[in-house]
């Protein structure tokens, strides 16, 4: 598959603060450098959503590349090479991350953002990589059905869906001429 598995903007973001004043484009490829070098690292980072939005996709692409040609291709492992600013950080990407996602159809990584915090209104998100050793970032959801006013809920629904019911046989029965199981 040579698609990519997320979405993929196709202008590139400004983005805030890369390296300073005046940094540039350079500046902005350097910080993305930085942020998927983590990435592959950690496994999980917090941090602009905008900055790991755009890193997203570069880690994929990587992976995905690494995963498709092997560590014998000389241009994947370029490619590793030059986004990966550590570089054993490139046999754990084909030592580790590769075996790891052979048989995934999906993306390789999860994207979360995080709710705003006040003052600050910057939006912040988490982006980790699938299959990581931390605890999940969305915890299964809670079964809510056994609480008292979800049961209070479902006992009236069913109680007016048992009276909706009666109405419609008692309609049906003087339209026909007949009561309940009786002929008139």
């Given at each position: 598959m040579n698609r990519l598995r997320v979405p993929l903007n196709r202008r590139p973001r400004k983005l805030r603060g890369t390296l300073g004043l005046g940094s540039g484009p350079e500046g902005r490829i350097e910080r993305i450098r930085m942020t998927v070098t983590q990435?592959?690292?950690?496994?999980?980072?917090?941090?602009?959503?905008?900055?790991?939005d755009e890193?997203?996709?570069?880690?994929?692409l990587l992976i995905q590349q690494a995963a498709m040609h092997g560590p014998k291709n000389k241009?994947?492992?370029?490619?590793a090479d030059f986004w990966l600013l550590d570089?054993?950080?490139?046999h754990k990407l084909f030592n580790t991350l590769v075996p790891r996602y052979k048989n995934y159809s999906?993306?390789?990584?999860?994207?979360?953002q995080l709710p705003n915090v006040y003052p600050e209104n910057r939006m912040?998100?988490?982006l980790e990589l699938k299959g990581n050793p931390w605890p999940?970032?969305?915890?299964?959801?809670?079964?809510?059905?056994?609480?008292?006013?979800n049961v209070l809920l479902t006992a009236a629904r069913k109680s007016m869906t048992n009276k909706t019911t009666d109405t419609s046989l008692s309609d049906i029965a003087l339209n026909t001429g007949q009561t309940h199981g009786t002929a008139v």
């Open positions: 990435l592959m690292r950690h496994e999980r980072l917090e941090g602009s959503f905008a900055v790991l890193s997203r996709a570069y880690a994929e241009e994947v492992v370029e490619m570089k054993d950080l490139v999906t993306s390789y990584t999860d994207q979360y912040q998100a988490v999940p970032v969305n915890e299964h959801a809670v079964d809510t059905s056994k609480w008292i006013h």
